[in-house]
């Protein structure tokens, strides 16, 4: 009996021994695996768990990737470096066309202006559509005319004197390759007075006409000179007044056309800053001097003196926009 009590005390011994055994195997396999995944190797695990875990301090995020700075000054002063702060940049925005104002940050006002230069080519710097205004005089001497109150003619009445004609002329210009084209609408109005026949004679006339000019403007980069010809379409509106005798008569005559053959020269060269300031304030292109010769054809009315002349000389002066 005791022998077999002893048999089966040792049984249960061992079987506690097994079991003990088992999770202790198991225990060590679960640190093996924590460990590697935590990155250590088994003889690190091994030392970790005879030497007691120390608690590292907290590490600095500002010394994180510091590889320019020496570690054991970083570990032993526990300082973060020094980092240089960026200087704040101002940006100055673009130039615009117009003239602006443009503030930014402690920046002073700065003026922009449309840029002008005479190095741009007329007709790069030129947009397809522009305005001619022209303001000037031509002289008229209608060699063959013949009074409304008589039959004088009229140099019998103004002797060689010219009748000088004032005008004002507004145009619509298109811009193409080999110069421009301009359609135009204007009035002019003027008179002459004379007494070499013994009495006061006014001669005055009035007319609106329709003008087409061609502009060869793209000879030159710039266009210092300017050859151009046109041609109108008219009605003479013509009074006449025997100023002693205060007798007059009117007619208004059919339509008539005339020629004109001209030269603009550019003034811009002879003052550039005014030239430049109208640019960019007006949109002035070009101011010229407009020298020409015309000469009007006879109208087709029956009743109509004629108006026909040799040719003429005028001036005036035309501003381009």
């Known amino acids: 009996m005791p022998t077999k009590k002893l048999n089966l005390c040792q049984a249960h011994f061992s079987r506690a ?14 640190g093996i695996v924590q460990a590697q995944e935590d990155g250590l190797s088994d003889d690190e ?17 500002a010394v994180e990737n510091t590889e320019l700075f020496d570690d054991k000054e970083l570990i032993e002063n526990n300082e973060p470096p ?30 922009v202006k449309q840029q002008y230069s ?12 522009g305005w001619m205004l022209s303001v000037g005089s031509e002289n ?27 005008q004002i002329e507004l ?28 009495e006061d004679r006014k001669l005055e006339i009035s007319k609106p006409f329709l003008g087409l000019s061609l502009y060869l403007d793209t000879i030159m980069k710039e266009p210092y000179v300017v050859p151009y010809f046109g041609a109108q379409i008219w009605t003479m509106d013509i009074k006449e007044v025997a100023v002693t005798s205060d007798i007059e008569d009117a007619i208004t005559t059919d339509i008539g056309f005339s020629y004109k053959i001209g030269l603009l020269f ?24 407009d020298v020409f010769v015309a000469q009007n054809a006879g109208t087709q009315g029956e009743e109509d003196p004629d108006t026909s002349s040799d040719f003429n000389w005028g001036a005036g002066l035309k501003i381009e926009f």
């Open 171 to 198: 145009g619509l210009k298109y811009n193409f390759k080999l110069g421009g084209i301009e359609l135009s609408a204007g009035y002019g109005m003027g008179s002459v007075t004379d007494n070499r026949i013994g």
């Open 118 to 129: 005479t190095e741009i080519p007329y007709k790069e710097r030129r947009e397809k559509f």
């Open 140 to 166: 008229l001497f209608m060699s063959e005319y013949t009074s409304l109150l008589d039959l004088n003619y009229y140099e019998d009445l103004f002797g060689e004197e010219d009748l000088t004609s004032f």
């Open 45 to 61: 695990f091994e030392q970790q768990i005879k030497e007691p875990a120390v608690e590292k301090p907290a590490q600095n995020p």
């Open 266 to 289: 550019q003034l811009n060269w002879l003052d550039r800053d005014s030239a430049q300031t109208g640019y960019q304030d007006h949109h002035i292109q070009n101011t010229y001097l």
């Open 17 to 30: 021994s097994l079991v003990v055994l088992v999770f202790a195997s198991v225990f060590a396999i679960c």
């Open 82 to 111: 020094a980092v240089a702060e960026a200087e704040p940049q101002t940006e100055v925005p673009p130039p615009a066309e117009d003239l602006v104002e443009v503030r930014g940050g402690d920046l002073p006002l700065v003026e």
